[in-house]
Each structure stands twice: as structure tokens, then as C-alpha cells.
């Protein structure tokens, strides 16, 4: 896919940030700072606005707000932007720590800071709502023809027709024989032999090539062929045969290496903001909540039955690494509390119990389990030990959830699947759950299901019991 204008949006969207950079940085001047004016700190004006020049350059280039404008979608642009600007009001401000003259003061920053979020975001918006308008002008539109019918050339034509911003225009597909299911969308065309006579007859500029990889020879052939017409030849691997999910490409060198899934988490900036996010969210809550909130409880327990306050259980925690789980009793000691799940109506559960599981105020010992490091807020839910052993047998990918520290909390939960699994299905979507957030895990993530967490926990869960 090429855009025509590619390179011209990039360096008008740059132009108008600039501008309004420069703009914004006047104007806070003659308004925050009006003695600026005066000639003998005009060189220290000029210094301050080369440096916040110099430090957008630095932000808007570590976040590649610029990078493929006219390729990226709407929600990821945002996001670019809005790091861009945190990081444009951090960096000053560390830099002010160091080299207290070299700033200007803070309210002058923040004033700084707030008129260029509105303009440069109302911008931001602007640009996208033209740009979903009138993309489809600032495209070089390609024909292409694909090869193969199989499982690749369905997804590249499902891709292409549903994303005509692309600029592929799919004139129809090759193959030995048709399938029916892919003539539905797309025109057959003949057999693969055909296919470099006809793109080379229609005008076509470039072949895709889904076929399988039995059939390398073919291609090989067909590669050099589409060479002499002057045909870029695209190869779409068709993974399917021994892998049934998306796959991601990293690099060894020169040598591709396939992942079956994207973990952001592996990525040792994302693991730090995760655990600094865990360590304050714990370390406030402990302070401010559970200081006062533990006793109140531990009383209530005590004076509802016999037993200790809390319960400690252990469960499966990253790499599969048992840890005790902390929770408060909220039940009848017990010979099956460690192989038995609570059901609707369970005889074990005590009356402070009930409203503990309810509230899951049972749940929050576990903030003692983040800060000493065998849990997290937010991720997967730990299971007993004899639950892991018994649904790893049965449900696929259970045992993807231990790559990532266990939470108090998770997407699966906030979704509507807690409590008592009864079937496999019911296991099967809290880990299909699971694995969607460790695979699309990012902070937001993380405070949205926080605050769903809160709202759920007010309103009580039918499912907590």
C-alpha cells in the first residue's frame, strides 16, 4: 500500500505542531512571564523557547507521533499524542531538578502545557476526521490477484475488502480448483498457471500468494516469472496446517522467528510500570483502607464463628510457583476447603462469610500478597493447586495464565466469569478472558478494571457466593 501524500501529511502535521508550539509559547510568555518582554532577558526568552522546540522534538520522535499519519488509526494517533505531551511536561521538569536556571517556572509550564493539549489534540481530531473522509484520495490504488484458497487467502481477502483503505483493489483469486465458500466474496478466476498472463494482461501490479507450502516448487516458478513481467510477487505463509491462531514475527538476525502471542509483559518497561502501579495501589490501600477497615472485620469474624481471621491457601502463582493465598475465613473450618469450590447456598459459609463474599471484602488480605510480590492488582485469578492440575487436562491454554503474576482482580472477573465453574466451558471462557488481557494488557487496561472492580463490588455480583 502506498499513499501518495504520505509524506507531505507528515510534514504538515509536524508544521502545525510546531506552529502551535511556538504560538502557545508566546502567548504564556506575554501572559505568565509579561516582564519577558524587557530587552535584557530577551537572549533567556530565546533560549527557553529553542529548548521547548528541542523538547518536543525529543517527545514527539520517542513516541513517533509522526510515523505512518496516514496508516495509523484513529485511537492509536490519540494515544500518541497524549504521550507525547506527558512526555514534553515531564522531561522539563526533571531537567529543572538538575539545572534549576535552565527552566522557566512551573506555572509558566503548565500553562504551557494545558493550551497546547487543547489545540494540538483539537488538531489531532480535525486532521482525523478528514482524513476518514478523504483517505481513499490520498491512495495509490493497486489491482492484485491472489493465489491459493485456502485459510490465508480468506483472512487476506476478508482484510482487503473490509479495509479498502488499504489500496488493493482484489480482482479475484486462482486456483487449481474454486472454493465455493471464498467465491462467495471474491471472483474465481481460473487455475494458479494462469494468474501471471492475467495480472500481466489487467494491468495487475502485484500477486499474492497464499498457496500452501507443499507446493513451494510452484511458486518458486511463478516468483521468476512474475519478475520478467515486472510483477511484485507477495508471499502470505499459510500457517494454519499447525498453528490455529494469529502469529507475531520477531527477528533473530536475518532469521524470522514466529510467536504465537503478543505479551506486552515480557517487555521490561511494561513489567516495571505494572509492579510500580501494584506497589503504590497496594501500599495506599493498606495505609488507608486496611489499617482501619482489617480489625473491624477480624472482630466481626471471630464474633460470627470459630476459627483464625484469615485463611491462607496455597495456589498456583507465576510459573506455575504455589504461593499462600491470603483471604479472610469466611467459612467453617473445614476439611474440603482446599479441593472444594464454594457453591450457591454452601452450608460452609458463615454469615459474615456471605457478606465478606458478596462485598468481596474476603478479597482484600490479598493486597499483602502484592506487596510481597506473589500477586498483582489486576491479572488472572490464582486457582487451588488440584484446580490447576485437574482443568490443565481438560482446558486448553489454562496453563498460558501462569506466564503472568496472578491479580486480585481480572478482565475474566469484571466480565462476568467468577465464582463457581460447574463446567469446562465456564473454565474455558475465564481463560479465553485470561489470555485476551494478557495479550492486550496496557495501564489503562489496568485502572479501567480497577474501577470496575469498585463499581461491581457496590453494587454486588450474583456470582459472588
Known amino acids: 500500500m502506498q499513499y501518495k501524500y504520505g509524506t507531505f501529511f507528515k510534514l504538515l502535521n509536524a508544521l502545525i505542531d510546531y506552529?502551535?508550539?511556538?504560538?502557545?509559547l508566546a502567548i504564556s510568555l506575554l501572559i505568565i512571564w509579561p516582564e519577558a518582554v524587557e530587552a535584557?532577558?530577551?537572549?533567556?526568552?530565546?533560549?527557553?523557547?529553542?529548548?521547548?522546540?528541542?523538547l518536543w522534538f525529543f517527545a514527539s520522535n520517542s513516541t513517533k507521533l509522526y510515523d505512518r499519519i496516514l496508516k495509523t488509526e484513529a485511537i492509536p494517533t490519540l494515544k500518541k499524542a497524549m504521550w507525547t505531551l506527558a512526555l514534553f511536561l515531564i522531561t522539563p521538569i526533571l531537567i529543572s531538578f538538575l539545572v534549576p536556571k535552565l527552566i522557566v517556572p512551573l506555572d509558566y509550564l503548565f500553562s504551557i502545557l494545558l493550551v497546547l493539549a487543547g489545540v494540538i489534540l483539537t488538531c489531532k481530531i480535525l486532521f482525523l476526521s478528514v482524513r476518514k473522509s478523504q483517505?481513499?484520495?490520498?491512495?495509490?490504488?493497486?489491482?492484485?490477484?491472489?493465489?491459493?484458497?485456502?485459510?490465508?487467502?480468506h483472512e487476506l481477502s476478508e482484510f482487503f475488502i473490509e479495509n479498502p483503505n488499504t489500496g488493493y483493489l482484489i480482482q479475484g483469486y486462482f486456483d487449481d480448483e474454486p472454493n465455493p465458500s471464498l467465491s462467495k466474496r471474491i471472483k474465481y478466476l481460473g487455475k494458479s498457471d494462469n494468474a501471471i498472463e492475467y495480472a500481466s494482461e489487467n494491468g495487475c501490479s502485484e500477486i499474492f500468494s497464499a498457496l500452501r507450502a507443499d507446493r513451494l516448487d510452484k511458486v518458486k516458478a511463478m516468483m521468476k516469472e512474475a519478475d520478467k513481467k515486472l510483477i511484485r510477487f507477495r508471499l502470505v505463509p499459510d500457517l494454519t496446517a499447525f498453528i490455529e491462531k494469529n502469529v507475531f514475527i520477531d527477528y533473530c538476525g536475518a532469521l524470522p522467528v514466529l510467536s504465537t502471542r503478543n505479551e506486552p509483559l515480557e517487555v521490561k518497561v511494561n513489567e516495571m510500570v505494572?509492579?510500580?502501579?501494584?506497589?503504590?495501589?497496594?501500599?495506599?490501600?493498606?495505609?488507608?483502607?486496611?489499617?482501619?477497615?482489617?480489625?473491624?472485620?477480624?472482630i466481626a469474624i471471630k464474633l460470627d464463628s470459630r476459627g483464625p481471621v484469615f485463611f491462607r491457601q496455597l495456589r498456583s502463582g507465576k510459573d506455575n510457583k504455589p504461593f499462600f493465598c491470603l483471604k479472610f475465613r469466611s467459612m467453617y473450618v473445614n476439611a474440603e476447603a482446599d479441593s472444594k469450590q464454594a457453591t450457591k447456598g454452601d452450608k460452609r459459609i458463615t454469615r459474615v462469610g456471605a457478606f465478606l463474599r458478596k462485598t468481596s471484602l474476603d478479597e482484600l488480605p490479598q493486597f499483602f500478597n502484592v506487596l510481597m510480590g506473589d500477586m498483582s492488582i489486576v491479572g488472572p485469578r490464582p486457582h487451588m493447586l488440584k484446580h490447576t492440575e485437574d482443568y490443565s487436562e481438560v482446558v486448553n491454554d489454562f496453563m498460558v495464565r501462569q506466564y503472568v503474576t496472578p491479580g486480585i482482580t481480572g478482565w475474566a472477573q469484571v466480565n462476568g466469569y467468577r465464582g463457581e465453574t460447574k463446567e469446562t466451558e465456564s473454565m474455558s471462557k475465564r481463560v479465553k478472558a485470561d489470555l485476551w488481557y494478557m495479550e492486550n494488557w496496557s495501564l489503562l487496561l489496568d485502572l479501567k478494571i480497577v474501577f470496575l472492580t469498585i463499581f461491581m463490588a457496590l453494587k454486588g455480583d450474583e456470582k459472588a457466593y
Open 19 to 24: 506552529l502551535v508550539l511556538n504560538v502557545t
Open 40 to 54: 535584557s532577558i530577551v537572549n533567556d526568552v530565546r533560549f527557553h523557547i529553542l529548548l521547548f522546540n528541542l
Open 135 to 153: 483517505r481513499r484520495y490520498w491512495v495509490d490504488y493497486k489491482k492484485v490477484v491472489i493465489l491459493g484458497s485456502g485459510q490465508a487467502a
Open 274 to 298: 505494572k509492579q510500580g502501579f501494584d506497589y503504590v495501589f497496594a501500599a495506599f490501600t493498606t495505609l488507608f483502607v486496611l489499617s482501619w477497615l482489617v480489625p473491624i472485620i477480624a
